[in-house]
C-alpha cells in the first residue's frame, strides 16, 4: 500500500500499486514538478484512482503550494494549458495516455515511446494547436506543421516523443523560457 507519489500525498486511503508502475508515477511526478514555474512548491497532493490491477492510475488533480495557498496545479475539470501539459507529461513516460470524460487523465504502465495510438495523435494535434498555435494541424499533417515550426526532431521517433513531450509540458506551464 502506497500513501505517495513520489512528494506528494495521495489523497484517499493508500493505494495498492504495482512496484514498476509505482516507480514510474514517482519519475513522472518528479519530472512534472522539475518543469513546473518556480513559484509553485514540488507538488503536496495528488488526486486519482489506482485501477484493480495495481498497472492504472486515473489522475483528476495536482495540488501545490503558491504564495502559502494550496491549488489545484492541474484540475480534470478545466481545460487549460496546465491540462494540456500534464497531458504530454504523461505521454512522456507512459505508452497509453487518455483523456477520461470529465478531463481525467488515465495511464496504463508501460515503457513510454510513439506508438501512433489514436490518443497520441489526438494529444499531438490539439498540442499543435493550442501550445504551439499551428491552427490548421490535423491527423495527416501535424508533423509537417510542426517540423515548419522548428521542431526539428521527428517526433514518431523515440528521442523525438521525448522532445516533443518535454516541450509541451514546458509550453503549457509557460516554463519553456528557463
Not at 518556480?38 to 503558491?66: C, K, M
Not at 515550426?149 to 516523443?161: F, Q
Request: hydrophobic share 45%.
Amino acid at each position: 500500500m502506497r500513501e505517495r507519489i513520489a512528494t506528494a500525498r495521495l489523497a484517499g486511503a493508500p493505494a495498492r500499486f504495482q512496484a514498476d508502475f509505482h516507480e514510474r508515477l514517482d519519475a513522472w511526478l518528479a519530472f512534472w514538478s522539475a518543469n513546473s514555474p518556480h513559484a509553485w512548491s514540488p507538488p503536496v497532493q495528488v488526486s486519482g484512482r489506482v485501477g484493480a490491477d495495481g498497472a492504472a492510475f486515473t489522475l483528476y488533480a495536482i495540488r501545490v503550494t503558491r504564495d502559502d495557498e494550496t491549488r489545484d496545479a492541474f484540475a480534470a475539470g478545466r481545460s487549460d494549458a496546465a491540462h494540456l501539459a500534464t497531458l504530454a507529461s504523461l505521454h512522456h513516460h507512459f505508452p497509453s495516455v487518455r483523456v477520461e470524460a470529465g478531463g481525467a487523465l488515465r495511464v496504463i504502465d508501460g515503457s513510454a515511446g510513439w506508438t501512433g495510438s489514436a490518443e497520441q495523435v489526438a494529444f499531438a494535434v490539439t498540442a499543435c494547436r493550442e501550445l504551439w498555435g499551428l491552427r490548421d494541424a490535423d491527423a495527416a499533417d501535424w508533423r509537417e506543421h510542426l517540423g515548419r515550426a522548428g521542431h526539428t526532431a521527428d517526433p514518431t521517433s523515440r528521442s523525438g516523443w521525448a522532445a516533443f513531450t518535454r516541450a509541451g509540458l514546458r509550453r503549457g506551464l509557460r516554463t519553456d523560457t528557463y
